[in-house]
């Protein structure tokens, strides 16, 4: 059963860098049928799809984000991390990692495996 | 970006009795090469992630007991649960995967009356 967990800081000042990883257990990253996203929820609000990577290193961005966020896969560690540049506080949510089966520069597919979620708050 | 538009935003409903949640998107998801429907129903319990219920609109997910169903085409999209229980009680999201970047609706709060 693929398992994904998410890791890193919970508390990040605002105009830094959020940085997570995602460690997915279960499972290849390298698998040819298998794209790797980023979705996060504000407390309270929903849900918005921050992008999707290939285990090749191709990504796939959301426009409203994308000139902060780096997203990268590292195959030995079977991890892909989001970087997220200049945070503020519209940025605290809770940042879920999750596998989806497609992607493509016109839609990438839902999530049918999630982590459980870890929630970063930005403040100083 | 397609607008995903949930109604209503919350609901109560009682135990055994049915519970419909609609969603529209601003834009067609109708795929006409496939005549599919690329619109997903996620199930979202307090502190928990969106557990995927239904794909395609109206395909329920391996283990997701048949009390829920999904339907709708092109722009109009509904989740029925039948004889809700007590364990139904959760967000429920819509969500578009027609065109990047997905998205999602507002959520359905369902409550028990």
């Known amino acids: 059963q693929l398992q994904l967990q998410e890791s890193g800081p919970g508390l990040v000042k605002p105009s830094e860098t959020l940085s997570l990883s995602c460690t997915v257990s279960g499972g290849s990253i390298s698998s040819s049928s298998s794209y790797w996203a980023w979705i996060r929820q504000p407390p309270g609000k929903s849900l918005e799809w921050i992008g999707s990577?290939?285990?090749?290193?191709?990504?796939y961005d959301n426009p409203s984000l994308k000139s902060r966020v780096t997203i990268s896969v590292d195959t030995s560690k079977n991890q892909f991390s989001l970087k997220l540049s200049s945070v503020t506080a519209a940025d605290t949510a809770v940042y879920y990692c999750a596998r989806q089966g497609y992607c493509s520069t016109t839609n990438c597919h839902f999530s049918d495996y999630w982590g459980q979620g870890t929630l970063v708050t930005v403040s100083s | 970006d397609i607008v995903m538009t949930q109604s209503p935003d919350s609901l109560a409903v009682s135990l055994g009795e049915r519970a419909t949640i609609n969603c529209n998107s601003s834009q067609s998801v109708l795929y006409s090469s496939n005549n599919r429907n690329y619109l997903v129903w996620y199930q979202q319990k307090a502190g928990q992630p969106p557990k995927l219920l239904i794909r395609w609109a109206s395909t329920r997910e391996s283990g997701v007991p048949d009390r829920f169903s999904g339907s709708g085409s092109g722009t109009d999209f509904t989740l029925t649960i039948n004889s809700l229980q007590a364990e139904d009680v959760a967000v429920y999201y819509c969500?578009?995967?027609?065109?990047?970047?997905?998205?999602f609706g507002q959520g359905t709060k369902l409550e028990i009356k």
């Open positions: 990577i290939y285990y090749s290193g191709i990504t």
């Open positions: 969500q578009q995967y027609y065109r990047n970047p997905q998205t």
